[in-house]
Structures are given as structure tokens and as C-alpha cells.
């Protein structure tokens, strides 16, 4: 089946600095991948939705110029956390629908993001 | 819009036992229904989905769901479930595949 690829599955950085998360689509092309944010004991809440070639819309409330999205192949999509705060600290989860699955998404493993 | 509603947010079961965790949707056209589980620090695994034709749909590992559209309803069963069963599961909707909306999420504990 599909697979989406999520790098990295943890991540420690300073305040200030920025942190680049990828999502692949390993064995399919994704012209859309969405990324999602969960908090400790809490759902999955969509932030933006990446387009491959054009730019990403944002949930209300998420601030695109803090969480840069960049879509630039069928294959990555790019989320960018810009001078990062402790409390950016969360789970970033991607999906891509998956094309041969009958609707439904596939889900990357996550990345753990701890600012310090 | 549509959304999902799950009323538990914790459901404690001794092994062996029966388990209901419930879905409700609001949406105002026809939908796509979808139930998740995730492991600690793991991403979503689909466990099944509902796209149209029999309303009751089953999983490989002996989880069922059944769509019930005039309750607006999509409540996941197991008649017998196991300590691996442990893990935080997610009602989804999607009504037009462009976005999935999730449940707050139902945290499945399986006691010896």
C-alpha cells in the first residue's frame, strides 16, 4: 500500500532557530499532503493543506509566515516551524490521500517536536 | 462544515471483554467515515473505513463499525478485545476528500 515517509520522528532545538520537517510519498505521487498538529492527549488538528506547486492554505489561526509550507514536487512536501518558542513544542503528523486506497489517507509517522 | 464528535474520551475494559466507542457526525451532505488508532508516539493506522454499500464494515483484527445515517452514528465494536487493543482511537469524516476532520480521540485501555 502507500507509504508516507516522515523525517524526523524527533527533534530538539533552541528557541529562535527553525526546524524543517519533510513528508514523502514513497511509492505515489501526492498532489496534496496535510499537515496536522496533536497535542498531548488530544486530537489531530489540520493546520494547512500543501499543494504541489502552489501555495498552502491555512487553517484559521495558523500563522503562515511561523509555518512555512513548501510543495515543490509531487513526492515532498516541506513544513518549516520559523523561530521556533516552547510552545511550538507538539506532534506535526502529515497525511497524502492515498490514490489506489478507495479515498482514506495515509499517515507519516510524526515528528516530536521539543523547543527549548 | 463536518464534524465528529466522540463522547468517550477514556474507556477502561478487562480483557476479553466487549467494547462500543462511539462516533457521532454532522454533516450536510454525504460522507466518508473513518476510524484510526494510534500508538504512542506512531502515526494514524486506518482500521476501517466507510465509503458507501453495506453499512457495516469490518477490519482484519476484529473491529467492526456500522454507519447509521439516521443516527448519524459510526460507533466502533469489538466482541472480544485484547491487552495489544490499547490505544488511542480517532473518528475521522471527510465529505468531499480534499480534508479529514478527526474526533477528539477515545483512549482504549485493556486491563489483565
Known amino acids: ?93 502529515c497525511s497524502a490521500r492515498d490514490p489506489l486506497g478507495g479515498y482514506g489517507y495515509t499517515f507519516g509517522s510524526g515528528t516530536r517536536l521539543t523547543v527549548v | 462544515a463536518q464534524s465528529v464528535t466522540q463522547l468517550d474520551s477514556q474507556v477502561p475494559v478487562f480483557e476479553e471483554a466487549p467494547v462500543e466507542l462511539r462516533c457521532n457526525y454532522s454533516s450536510s451532505v454525504s460522507v466518508y467515515l473513518f476510524w484510526y488508532v494510534q500508538y504512542p508516539n506512531q502515526g494514524l493506522q486506518l482500521l476501517l473505513k466507510y465509503l458507501s454499500g453495506s453499512t457495516l464494515v469490518e477490519s482484519i483484527n476484529g473491529f467492526e463499525a456500522e454507519f447509521n445515517k439516521s443516527q448519524t452514528s459510526f460507533h466502533l465494536r469489538k466482541p472480544s478485545v485484547h491487552i495489544s487493543d490499547t490505544a488511542e482511537y480517532f473518528c475521522a469524516v471527510s465529505n468531499n476528500n480534499n480534508d479529514m476532520r478527526f474526533g477528539a480521540g477515545t483512549r482504549l485501555t485493556v486491563k489483565p
Open chain 1, 1 to 93: 500500500g502507500a507509504v508516507v515517509s516522515q523525517h524526523p520522528s524527533w527533534v530538539i532545538c533552541k528557541s529562535g532557530t527553525s526546524v524543517k520537517i519533510e513528508c514523502r510519498s514513497l511509492d505515489f505521487q501526492a498532489t496534496t499532503m496535510f499537515w496536522y498538529r496533536q497535542f498531548p492527549k488530544q486530537s489531530l488538528m489540520l493546520m494547512a493543506t500543501s499543494n504541489e506547486g502552489s501555495k498552502a492554505t491555512y487553517e484559521q489561526g495558523v500563522e503562515k509566515d511561523k509555518f512555512l509550507i513548501n510543495h515543490a514536487s509531487l513526492t515532498l512536501s516541506t513544513l518549516t516551524v520559523t523561530s521556533a518558542h516552547p510552545e511550538d513544542s507538539s506532534f506535526y503528523i
